[in-house]
C-alpha cells in the first residue's frame, strides 16, 4: 500500500499542474478524440432516437453544410482546428431545435433547426457556437468535474486497463445534455463572432436564434443555447462582440458552393 501512495500521488499532482489557455486538464487531446468516436458510434447503432441521414443519399446537403464548416475552421480562429477531424452529420428530426458537438469534434445539426433558422449567418452561427465549445473543451472539463480525480488513479493503478475507455462510454448518454457553465456558454457564443468575422458569415450570427424565438413569444431555448446568461444579455453580448471586432463584408446570406439557404432548405421538405 505504501508503494501504491508513492507511485500514485506525485503522478496526480503533476498532471494536476499541467495547464493550458483553457484551464487545468488531466485528459489529452487524444482523449476527446476518443470519447468522440465511442459517441459517433453509439449514435451511429440507434437510429430510432438518432435518424442520421446518409451522406451518398443526401450529397448536396452535406456539401453545403461541410462547405460551411469548412469556411468556419479555415478562418484562422479554431485552435484545435488541426488536432480534431471536426466530422459532420445531419439528424432527420424535423420537430428538433438542436444541434451539438462532441469532445473531438463529431458536430450533429437536427433538419428541425436548419428549417426553423431563416439565412445562413444564423446556422452558421450556432455552428460557430457548437464548434467553439469542443475547441475549448468544455464537454471535458464537465465530464472531469463529473468524475473527479478516480478516473485518473484508476488509469494508473492498471496501467493496461481501459478506465478512460469504460468510464467515457458511460459518459456517452449524457453527453449530449451535459450542462455548461454561464462562463462556457458565455466564450463558446464570444467564440462563435471571432470564427466568423473573418468569413463572409454576419459575425453575430448567432444571436439570431435568440431575435428569432423571442419574437415568437419568447419560447425556451433548447439545450445548445442554454439560458445561462439569458437570451437578452446573449444578444447584446454577442452583438457587442462583433462590433468590437470591426468585421466588414460579411453578408447575412451569402451563397455556399452556389447554393442559397432556402435551396438547402428545400432538400429537407
Not at 455552428?127 to 472531469?144: K, P, T, V
Not at 496501467?159 to 448518454?173: D, F, I, K, P, R
Not at 454577442?238 to 466588414?248: D, T
Amino acid at each position: 500500500m505504501k508503494k501504491f501512495m508513492i507511485l500514485i500521488f506525485p503522478v496526480v499532482l503533476f498532471l494536476a499542474g499541467c495547464k493550458n489557455s483553457d484551464g487545468v486538464f488531466l485528459y489529452s487531446l487524444e482523449d476527446d478524440k476518443t470519447l468522440g468516436a465511442e459517441t459517433a458510434a453509439q449514435i451511429a447503432a440507434d437510429p430510432a432516437t438518432y435518424p442520421v441521414l446518409d451522406r451518398n443519399s443526401n450529397q448536396a446537403a452535406y456539401a453545403y453544410l461541410e462547405e460551411m464548416k469548412t469556411m468556419i475552421l479555415n478562418g484562422g480562429e479554431v485552435k484545435h482546428k488541426d488536432d480534431f477531424d471536426w466530422n459532420l452529420y445531419i439528424i432527420d428530426d424535423p420537430s428538433t431545435l438542436n444541434a451539438f458537438c462532441t469532445p473531438g469534434g463529431y458536430i450533429y445539426v437536427y433538419t428541425g433547426l436548419i428549417n426553423y433558422l431563416e439565412d445562413a449567418s444564423s446556422l452558421a452561427g450556432v455552428m460557430g457556437h457548437e464548434i467553439g465549445h469542443a475547441d475549448h473543451r468544455h464537454s471535458m472539463s464537465q465530464i472531469q468535474k463529473q468524475m473527479g480525480i478516480s478516473l485518473l488513479i484508476s488509469a494508473f493503478v492498471d496501467e493496461n486497463s481501459s478506465a478512460l475507455v469504460q468510464l467515457g462510454t458511460q459518459m456517452v448518454a449524457n453527453l449530449t445534455t451535459l450542462a455548461f457553465s454561464r462562463s462556457d456558454e458565455t466564450e463558446a457564443d464570444k467564440s462563435s463572432v471571432e470564427y466568423l468575422c473573418p468569413t463572409d458569415f454576419e459575425a453575430d450570427g448567432a444571436a439570431n436564434f435568440f431575435i428569432k424565438i423571442e419574437a415568437e413569444g419568447g419560447t425556451q431555448p433548447p439545450q445548445f443555447l442554454s439560458t445561462h446568461p439569458n437570451p437578452d444579455n446573449r444578444v447584446q453580448n454577442i452583438q457587442e462582440e462583433a462590433s468590437g471586432l470591426s468585421c466588414g463584408n460579411e453578408a447575412a446570406d451569402p451563397m455556399i458552393n452556389g447554393v442559397s439557404y432556402q435551396t438547402f432548405q428545400g432538400y429537407f421538405n
